[in-house]
């Protein structure tokens, strides 16, 4: 009796819920992909949070702010059930649900009221749930020794400019650095690849401005892109479903509105770490990105 | 034309606003820090995009302090943040800056202060509509509603090469997809919004201004 409860403790600690957030459903859908193929390649557990909810995201936070508690907090009401971790891999999920977090907790007016909203439909929460990107479950709980031992492809050779965008160092102090992040770099580097000098990890990509400031957020990615072909990346790597989208979905009209080529292949970091896992393409989406991925990337799958 | 008043007291719109902005305010932990601004322009020397604002983000503080919020709402600073958090991390007596900007918008919308050229409120409103109908983003539906509302033809046009891409990768989801629980969130948020401060707008009667910002006029 006692021994079968420390086994299923011993496994509740590599098993996560899953919050794959609206943009990872479609738009992102490599990024969900790769997501759930490297866990599940490494043996950690993620099972997806039944009906979960939108997070809110940013737009809502800024309309009524309330109300986006409220919604926000249904999901962790609904984790809060299981006892697990969450993993949110999109960045504005996890900086929405960690502020959930942080508001109910700091405010105990906001904690009573959302609680009360969320009592119209037998819900309430504690506050007990811990909102974790994947990145940092896969280098804190696994390990980048481990990850390295698992990898079965060398990325030798391959240049990659690491881009952590906004949201999941700032604005909370998170699990790195809030102006120079490293993660990501060293874990690239322990399976092989080359960083090169990327000052604008944390810069950021114009977000929701690439729809409501065009002009604005075509400038902000068309340095980002500027900056990593002019240290020589072969790609860019990211941890973000927006930054993703705003720096590869535009690269054509980016080359036509700048007058020079302006394409590169931009990653998840899942994606990536999936091929040195020894995943194939399909199973990460390499084969649906919407920017060219280039023949380098290619050979490395091949 | 202003109205005569003794020295140090606001105007009654602005003292609306005032209040209006406090309230929000009173929604953000620390929020009461913007006192402490030693106005170094940390913030404007962080912002990747304060080159196209009109009233920098270190100015803005200084005119709240001043008792001109008309001009900050009708800035376009606060339609440009792109919420990347660089002030606010960087803040050397930590002034939550981002969520200030935020109360500021949510002010401005209220209040109906509508630029044209920055439709934030349309994707604003379009999202909160979609979680609302589905429970989860709905990008086809959102992305038309914002396009329609906001009269932005061409860019519906020039989203037409992408659309098709994503169409076609299985990256945009023709239908959407309602979550079970939703009229369990329905509830949540009527009785959200219920507890939620309730405040009637006052009816007023919509002006285009002479920079095109639409405005109400009580």
């Known amino acids: 009796m006692k021994q079968s409860k420390v086994e299923e403790s011993g496994d509740r600690r590599m098993d996560y819920t899953y919050y794959p957030g609206c ?127 698992q990898a079965t492809r060398r990325l030798d050779g391959l240049k990659i400019a690491e881009y952590y965008g906004c949201q999941i160092v700032r604005p909370e102090r998170g699990f790195d650095d809030q102006e120079f992040p490293q993660t990501l770099d060293t874990m690239f580097a322990a399976l092989g690849a080359e960083n090169v000098y990327y000052p604008m990890k944390v810069r950021c990509c114009g977000g929701m401005l690439m729809t ?61 770490l999936g091929i040195a896992l020894g995943l194939d393409e399909k199973t990460l989406g390499l084969n649906i990105h919407l920017e060219p991925i280039t023949d380098k990337i290619m050979s490395l799958v091949g | 034309m202003a109205e005569l008043q003794s020295p140090g007291t606001l105007p009654s719109r602005e003292s609306e ?22 106005q170094c322009g940390t913030c404007t020397g962080s912002c990747p995009v304060s080159y196209a604002m009109d009233l920098s983000p270190r100015e803005v503080i200084a005119r709240f302090r001043a008792g001109d919020i008309e001009t900050i709402l009708r800035s376009r600073t606060i339609w440009i943040c792109a919420s990347c958090y660089a002030c606010t991390v960087r803040c050397p007596v930590e002034i939550k800056i981002t969520d200030l900007l935020y109360a500021l918008k949510r002010v401005a919308m209220e209040k109906h202060i509508r630029p044209r050229q920055f439709p934030v409120y349309a994707l604003s409103e379009a999202f909160v509509r979609n979680v609302r109908m589905f429970g989860r983003n709905y990008e086809i539906g959102l992305l038309t509603e914002f396009f329609l509302r906001s009269l932005k033809w061409v860019d519906l046009i020039r989203m037409a090469p992408l659309g098709w891409k994503m169409l076609r990768t299985g990256r945009l989801g023709l239908l959407p997809e309602r979550i079970a629980g939703l009229k369990d969130l329905r509830k949540i948020i009527k009785r959200a919004e219920a507890i939620e401060r309730p405040q009637e707008l006052v009816p007023g009667r919509a002006v285009t201004d002479e920079v095109g910002y639409e405005a109400i006029q009580s």
């Open chain 1, 212 to 272: 409501t400031a065009n002009e604005v957020a075509m400038k902000l990615c068309r340095d980002l892109i500027e900056c990593a072909q002019g240290n020589g990346a072969d790609c860019i790597v990211t941890t973000c479903p927006l930054c993703q989208m705003n720096v590869a979905a535009y690269q054509d009209r980016l080359s036509t509105r700048f007058g020079k080529d302006l394409h590169i292949p931009v990653l998840w970091f899942t994606e990536l």
């Open chain 1, 23 to 149: 943009s990872l459903t479609h738009a992102s859908k490599p990024y969900d992909l790769s997501t759930r193929a490297v866990f599940k390649r490494l043996g950690l557990g993620l099972h997806e949070l039944e009906d979960w909810n939108c997070c809110g995201a940013t737009v809502y936070m800024s309309v009524k702010e309330t109300v986006s508690f409220a919604i926000s907090a249904r999901n962790l009401a609904l984790a809060e059930r299981l006892g697990r971790d969450v993993v949110a891999p999109c960045s504005a999920c996890y900086l929405v649900l960690n502020k959930t977090n942080r508001f109910l907790h700091d405010l105990p007016d906001l904690n009573a009221k959302v609680n009360d909203a969320l009592a119209a439909a037998g819900l309430s929460y504690k506050g007990t749930v811990r909102v974790r990107h994947p990145l940092e479950v896969l280098v804190n709980d696994l390990g980048i020794e481990q990850i390295a031992k």
């Open chain 2, 17 to 38: 606003l005032r209040k209006a902005f406090l309230e929000q305010v009173g929604i953000v932990p620390g929020g009461e820090r913007i006192r402490k601004c030693i």
